[in-house]
């Protein structure tokens, strides 16, 4: 869904997905997949850098705001490349590691994009302010839209939920209509009580 796709969403759309000039600039960043890693560090946590050794069990890495690191193997990560910085479904990550998850969630966050996937979970964080993507313009954006279709949340889960509903009764109703409601022909002018129609 491009930039034109998006309007549909109304002033939602920065909420919910990366421009189209955001995703070309991030695939064209630099990135080596080799010398990438995320290396844990106490006070923040995980801290982007450059590995530059690995020897007897322990790395070195020097973080981007230039601090120099060494720490055990276990305690880096492989970074995951720009384009997929901000990535609506994670399950989609190259790797799928805590600081790749957590970086991910972070970015999105500082973008105010509170919905992001994870396989079949929409994970939420909350913004704790007001945010223009509960209107009734993004709830008709996303009215018929498989979840592949549109960016992530939760009223995208809500349609598909209610669009399988429809599908499953409907077919229920052509199964039961056919076979009659105790297993024989169908001679029934009503149909039982509690069913679905």
Avoid at 78 to 102: G, Q, R, S
Avoid at 118 to 146: E, I, Q
Avoid at 158 to 172: E, G, K, R
Wanted: a neutral charge.
């Amino acid at each position: 869904m491009g930039d034109g796709e998006m309007e549909c969403f109304g002033p939602a759309a920065i909420f919910l997905r990366k421009s189209e000039r955001e995703r070309i600039e991030a695939q064209s960043k630099p990135f080596d997949a080799k010398t990438a890693y995320f290396v844990a560090e106490p006070a923040e946590m995980y801290l982007k850098g450059t590995l530059k050794s690995k020897e007897g069990g322990k790395a070195t890495v020097v973080t981007l705001c230039g601090k120099t690191l060494t720490v055990k193997e276990d305690d880096i990560y492989p970074m995951n490349p720009p384009k997929f910085d901000k990535i609506e479904d994670m399950a989609m990550m190259t790797h799928l590691n805590e600081p790749c998850v957590l970086y991910n969630l972070k970015e999105r966050y500082a973008a105010w994009m509170i919905y992001t996937y994870s396989g079949l979970f929409c994970v939420t964080v909350n913004p704790y302010k007001w945010l223009p993507v509960y209107d009734a313009v993004v709830v008709t954006g996303y009215r018929g839209k498989k979840r592949i279709e549109a960016p992530p949340h939760i009223f995208s889960i809500s349609d598909n939920a209610y669009q399988f509903m429809l599908t499953v009764n409907s077919v229920l109703k052509c199964m039961l209509s056919h076979l009659g409601f105790a297993g024989g022909p169908n001679h029934c002018s009503q149909p039982p009580p509690g069913s679905l129609w």
